[in-house]
């Protein structure tokens, strides 16, 4: 009873799955995985790669993980199609891996996962880069408009070179109204 008093008082506390349930999702399985062993023998050999990245990926998103299994997959399933088409059978599964165009489509695949991942990094890096000066260019010119209204006061805490950058040009009355469309947008 003091075990049941104390789960009772911990309502952030999962509950365990009965074991009845766990048997019975056990019996359900292993015929089914005996059905479907030629295809998990091959799928076991082409997605190798998403493996082998699970296991050096060390970030808690598991992004390089997630890009090279995804492409893995795909590169995979022209395999496992050939065999569904062929037969259901072991022979079969190790006919289909011992086809070059299977290694080829899998590794290929993972490959080209891999370089997606290596590239997107420079990309997102880049995006951000253009979108920040971008918008450091608009605060920038609101910045020299505000001065001109309110004087050199409201400068104080920037930069002396943008102070005195301000103090000497004046902004059109286009580049105020182009401001206010980048601010809209």
Not at 41 to 63: E, Q, W
Not at 93 to 113: C, K, N, P, Q, R
Not at 124 to 130: F, L
Request: net charge negative; aromatic share 10%.
């Amino acid at each position: 009873m003091p075990n049941q008093a104390a789960s009772q008082a911990r309502p952030g506390k999962k509950k365990s799955t009965p074991m009845g349930l766990k048997l019975t999702f056990l019996l359900a399985a292993l015929p089914m995985a005996y059905v479907v062993y030629p295809t998990l023998i091959l799928l076991g050999a082409t997605m190798a790669p998403t493996v082998v990245a699970y296991l050096f990926d060390r970030s808690r998103a598991r992004y390089l993980t997630i890009t090279i299994g995804l492409l893995n997959g795909c590169g995979s399933l022209p395999a496992i199609v050939r065999l569904w088409q062929l037969e259901q059978s072991q022979s079969v599964a190790f006919y289909v891996l011992g086809d070059l165009s299977t290694w080829l489509e899998s590794y290929g695949a993972a490959g080209v996962g891999y370089l997606v991942y290596l590239g997107m990094s420079p990309i997102v890096s880049y995006y951000y880069a253009v979108t920040t000066s971008g918008r450091v260019h608009i605060l920038r010119r609101k910045q020299r408009a505000l001065i001109k209204e309110w004087g050199p006061e409201v400068a104080d805490g920037t930069d002396e070179e943008f102070a005195d950058e301000v103090g000497a040009e004046e902004p059109d009355a286009e580049e105020t109204a182009q401001d206010g469309a980048e601010a809209a947008a």
